[in-house]
């Protein structure tokens, strides 16, 4: 007999651009994959500077007030200890 064991499989995407610009096509900054857990966004533009933060991420980041620009994301799932860098461009 062989015994298989399965560990925590997870599949994130994360999108480096999106357009919210009332098209109804790509509005917010949609992440595939997070609908389970707790999810923390942190969105910093170039200088460093934290212009989102959300410690309960649904996907409805809209760039609100924000110049169309590079930003830089931190997303983290405490619960299952993911952590996410990377950039994302926003498009007005």
Same mark, same amino acid.
């Given at each position: 007999?062989?015994?298989?064991?399965?560990?925590?499989?997870? #599949?994130?995407?994360?999108?480096?651009? #999106?357009?919210?610009?009332?098209?109804g096509k790509n509005e917010t900054f949609y992440i595939k994959g997070i609908?389970?857990?707790?999810?923390?966004?942190?969105? /910093?533009?170039?200088?460093?500077?934290?212009? /989102?933060?959300?410690?309960a991420y649904k996907n409805d980041w809209k760039g609100d007030n924000l110049?169309?620009?590079?930003?830089?994301?931190?997303?983290?799932?405490?619960?299952?200890?993911?952590? /996410?860098?990377?950039?994302?461009?926003?498009?007005?």
């Amino acid at each position: 007999s062989v015994e298989i064991k399965q560990e925590k499989c997870h #599949f994130i995407f994360i999108p480096n651009v #999106f357009t919210p610009n009332q098209d109804g096509k790509n509005e917010t900054f949609y992440i595939k994959g997070i609908n389970k857990g707790n999810w923390q966004l942190r969105i /910093y533009d170039r200088r460093g500077m934290l212009v /989102y933060e959300n410690n309960a991420y649904k996907n409805d980041w809209k760039g609100d007030n924000l110049p169309a620009s590079l930003y830089y994301f931190r997303l983290i799932n405490e619960e299952d200890k993911e952590d /996410y860098k990377g950039w994302v461009q926003l498009i007005k």
